[in-house]
């Protein structure tokens, strides 16, 4: 993210990149995307036998991997942060880099 950001600054001229406030929210972090994101099938079915039956009875937006994250959890996570950046930065442009 810091060097998306830092080529996407190079295209602003150097007066602009020089006023640039950067500022780090940890809000902004990716999804925890849980226990199992990095295990086989094999070792998902092992550990987490319910795990299939959860994905297949919820919701995709509000069910929440084992250890990790809904994308409801997500939008409750970044509501604050969208709030705050509204207050501090009233009035002046601004410039959101994530992935």
Do not use: C, Q
């Given at each position: 993210t810091k060097q998306?950001?830092?080529?996407?600054?190079?295209?602003?001229?150097?007066?602009?990149?020089?006023?640039?406030?950067?500022?780090?929210?940890?809000?902004?972090?990716?999804?925890?995307?849980?226990?199992?994101?990095?295990m086989t099938k094999q070792e998902v079915e092992h550990y987490f036998p319910w795990n299939e039956d959860l994905w297949n009875r919820g919701d995709d937006f509000f069910t929440r991997p084992m250890g990790g994250e809904?994308?409801?959890?997500?939008?409750?996570?970044?509501?604050?942060?969208?709030?705050?950046?509204?207050?501090i930065c009233k009035g002046k442009n601004v410039l959101l880099v994530t992935h």
């Open positions: 998306t950001m830092e080529s996407i600054l190079l295209e602003y001229s150097p007066d602009h990149y020089a006023k640039a406030d950067i500022l780090e929210d940890i809000a902004l972090r990716e999804r925890d995307t849980g226990y199992t994101y990095h809904s994308m409801a959890d997500v939008v409750t996570r970044l509501e604050p942060f969208f709030i705050k950046l509204a207050m």
